[in-house]
């Protein structure tokens, strides 16, 4: 069946129980309540069907290409590729591009995981070297906690560390622009398609913890990856030093820190960190919603602004450094099984355009 909408030609679309049962059982550890550190299947209402399909017109394609020069360091001297790896739709859609067909035409990734052809306008990036995921989106909200969804401020603090990584000529792409749901498998797909240098999985911690004087920042890292394992060292380091200026109570599992969590079945535990496996990654928690303390924080500008420079700081030390990051804590098991999470499953295609 071949569905025409103005600018989006879907041939077929992968969304199906099965891929959703497939991700690996995510489990809350010892002593930490119900875990948001990870994406989480929000028990909301989800549409049964995608907008109706609009009826065949043409349009003028117009698009962006964009390729800003690397910072002056070995590791971001890539060439750009022959065509665009992601497409950004004017609706904040991000799509991995998986070939440039006849007439402009590119074949994508749909969010839900399907393939389909995109003509629309949309920027095109050439060149990728940071990969930026606002965890969970749309019909999974993450922690809501203290009058905070923690889908919101994931976005708000990626896209404020986007602004400062441009400004220092790093290229970078979210995984969404906005409030969409988007499955492990495309989050991953972002970072491998594009040959990305690093991904960060951008997230705020919920549950019960005790209460201390130093933050209870996690970094969770893959578990066979070296570069990960550093990445998440200096996000901890920079992170954590940024919140500590504000003497309040903070939130804090035992063993908290920069840490691997075991797979059921293999390495890692968290199914952005397996997708990902081939570009070092890390997911952050920068501070707990269900804190008051912590919350009250969060809800401002400043407090995300701090936040957002610290981990844009953590990053630019990863490229520029040989700095080893710090805070390292021992690994974390699996913990008991719970439902998966994170697949197709309930999965709607956000509009294009």
Known sequence: MRVRGPALLVVALAASCASHTSEQSLAAPAGRGADFNREIVASTSVPTSAAPSAPTVTTTTTTTTTTRPPLGVASLAQSPRSGPSVVVT??????????????????VRTVCGGEAEYSGPGRRYDRVHVVLDPGHGGMDPGAVQNGIRESDV???????????LEGEGVDVVLTRESDYYVPFVVRGELALNSK???????????GGASLGTDPGTEVFYQQLDTKSRRLA??????????????????YGAAG????????RTGPDFYGVLRRTAGVPAALLEIAYLSN??????????????????????AITRFFTTNDPGDGFAAPRGAGPPTTPTGGTGGCVEPPYE
Do not use: C, K, Y
């Open 233 to 250: 060292g200096l996000l901890w380091e920079d992170v954590t030093a940024a919140l500590r200026v504000h003497p309040i109570q903070w």
């Open 292 to 313: 008051p303390r912590e919350a009250a924080l969060v809800a401002t500008d400043a407090f995300r602004e701090e936040s957002a420079t610290a981990i844009a700081r």
């Open 90 to 107: 004017p609706t904040g859609v991000v799509l991995p591009v998986l070939a440039v067909e006849d007439g402009n035409r590119l074949r």
């Open 256 to 263: 908290a820190g920069a840490l691997f969590r075991e797979g």
């Open 154 to 164: 994931n976005l708000d603090v990626a896209q404020r560390v986007r602004a400062h």
């Open 196 to 206: 990305a240098a690093l991904f960060v999985s951008i997230h705020h911690n919920s």
